[in-house]
DNA sequence: CGGAATCCATGCCGATACTG
DNA sequence: CAGTATCGGCATGGATTCCG
């Protein structure tokens, strides 16, 4: 069932995230993902409420916030930690395998806005040559 | 409109992707999304003809292939090369500002992919503590 | 081969309401 | 405060068709 037939690429790299079957590509996704990213990022800088973060991660709402930290717990890259307190508190936190992840996820998140300049040039350029489509 | 009013965050890092009007959201979003890390991933090992990125990239229809390559192009991190000839040859290749988004992104690619013993022991291990849900 | 255009199912995701 | 549950719109994206 798994098909990685040949490499046809140069170079032989320890990738099969391109098959579709990969359970890799399943992390991935949530890593990268539109909400995953964000809330890494966010995490990075230390620890926080789940009302905290999502202030902190605009535009995300209870549920996709929920579902992703979810996600992320299960993969181990987001601890836990609730107190049996009243009101509830609970703290979110980054792993150690976790942190790792995020640093390398802000560095290209940094890169990114670091050029934006030249993307939105790109941007201007394209949309130009093209005729506004 | 932009809803910045404070920073809660311990160090004042250059972020402004956490604000939902910031534009580099959007590239953000092109270049981790689903198909454009794996796309981009692809790219990194060379250059490709469209229909062979297709077959790199399994899973991937023709119609997001062709919506996530015109992004990229778009955003100024992938160059497309049209031959005239018959039938028609064209090649995709990184720019140079592609190629440094997508080293960042391979080396976060393979870091987690390194890391799935990890991932699924955690997966098991939490599937295990909440009884299979 | 390299696409663009159309149709349409799925499921993502936001809004709301409710629980502990 | 920290979530879960439910509903529904609409965007995502797959399959198919057609064109240069």
């Known amino acids: 069932m798994t098909t990685m037939p040949e490499r046809t690429a140069e170079q032989d790299l ?8 990969c359970p890799s590509r399943g992390t ?5 993902g539109r909400w995953g990213a964000l809330t890494l990022g ?7 409420r789940f009302n905290e973060l999502r202030r902190r991660v ?3 709402s209870e549920k996709m916030l929920s579902q ?6 299960r ?11 009243n009101p509830p508190r609970v703290d979110y936190e980054l792993t150690p395998l976790g942190r ?3 640093e ?14 030249d993307v939105l040039g790109a941007r201007a350029r394209y949309d130009e040559t093209r005729g506004g489509r």
Request: proline share 4%.
């Open 42 to 48: 966010a995490l990075f800088e230390g620890s926080f």
């Open 68 to 73: 992703t930290l979810h996600a992320l717990e």
């Open 100 to 102: 790792e992840v995020a």
């Open 104 to 117: 390398r996820l802000v560095g290209l998140i940094e890169f990114v806005e670091g050029r934006m300049g």
């Open 28 to 32: 991935l996704e949530h890593v990268t």
């Open 75 to 85: 993969d181990g890259l987001v601890h836990r930690e609730a107190q049996p307190t």
């Open 14 to 21: 320890p990738y099969d995230v391109f098959s579709r079957a």
């Open 58 to 60: 605009d535009g995300v």
